[in-house]
């Protein structure tokens, strides 16, 4: 028997899967209300929202879909909202779903977490928690969240979890309301609170496609003066384009909309029941409460993988894309067109190069690079 | 007790998993194991895990190796028993009292 620790497991399992069409890793939310009112929100609704609350998902719903994923080969479970503990059968959701021998991450916003739902996830213990910090000072935390107190309720959170040595993982979003505390947020989770801390800046348009969350987005440039504040982060960056240096994708494959994992190896499924890609994708997704989830999988889910580019754009022969993170579906959100560059990510990623000293070789018509190794249409 | 003769049980909060031709034991409760390691058998490993049903005595799973795997007796009892210490030691079975074969 081999015990394995996660990191070599997760690696040995990723190993086998590969060129394998099998759905290991999946994210169901749950409810897509929220008590917070985060302005950078890619899908929340109101908490009272009694019509959205009417369409969700059922337990038994749930359980139906949770059998079938288990039985196509879904290993790691993502609950995730708006804000999944507004259910109130949320731990049934879940205990159902760990006697299933699911892997399972929660992300909450921590608000609604009781000594009572602590001491549950200890018997029944998730692979990870994972809670959205956004300041180090309340007032930064609660103007985010757009709720006066969250900071106190959230802090009261993190204490009921630490205190039971349960798998907990902070995270933030940088928003130009939040980013001048970045640093002292990572210094109070890491070297305070001994945990983990990671941070992004990218922030995508709703699902429902109002723009409104790009209005505290940051800059291209700021966000990567995040990354080079941070030695670790501008190394793991450097580390990643060494890996992925060169053209992104097999050229057998450079005809394909979509190059992620989402429809291989993972997959999301709304509260109304809804398959999708990925929670991003906004589409009208394969219906699970008309299907099984094999046949969205075999059916939807395929032919949209199969899905070919109409057109050439400049990101198809570029060779910093795995810098970029530009996807059909965010295109879609931004552009309301999977195939149009999302011109942030663009800069983005052509800023990111200029930092880590890299060549980037022309690829189309790219008023980011016009001139090689040359930032000259970068604003 | 002959230890040959004894016979194991799996802990209920196990959960055995086939993916992608993988074996995985996910424990889900907190007695159980320990929560932070995964644990994947090969083929043998997997049979004897199959075996294992709390009837099943060490002398039988070893019986079933060898036939299966044609080596020789004494070799699949020697396997089948350090196996069933190492899952004995993770706390992933535990022995059924008085059962004879």
Redesign the interface.
Known sequence: ??????FD?SL??HQ??KG?R?P?GGAIEVTRRCPLHCIHCYNNLPADDQEAKGCELTYDEHCRIIDEI?EA?C?WLLLTGGEIFLRKDLLDIYTYA??????ITLFTNGLLVTPEIADYL????PFSIEISLYGCAKETHDRVTGVEGSYERYMRTIRLLTERKL?LKLKSMVLSTNKHEIWGMKHLVEKELGLEFRFDAMINPRIDCSQDPLAVRLSPQEVVDFDLEDPKRIGEWRKFFDKFNGPVHPHDQMDELYHCGGGVHSFAIDPYGKLKICELACGDGYDLRKGSFRDGWETYLLKLRKQKITRQTKCIHCEIKAMCGMCPENAQLENKDPEEPVDFMCQVAHLRAKALGINVKPHGECEYCRAQGSEAGLP | MDILARCYAKDSNLITRDIAGETIIVPVRNNVGDLDSIYTLNEVGTLIWELIDGKNSVSRIAEVISNTYEVKLEEAERDALQFINSLEKAGMIRTIENKME
């Open positions: 028997m081999d015990i394995l620790r996660y497991f040995e399992i086998k899967i394998r099998i290991i288990t080969g290993l760990k006697k299933k021998g699911l892997l200890v018997e029944w213990r798998p």
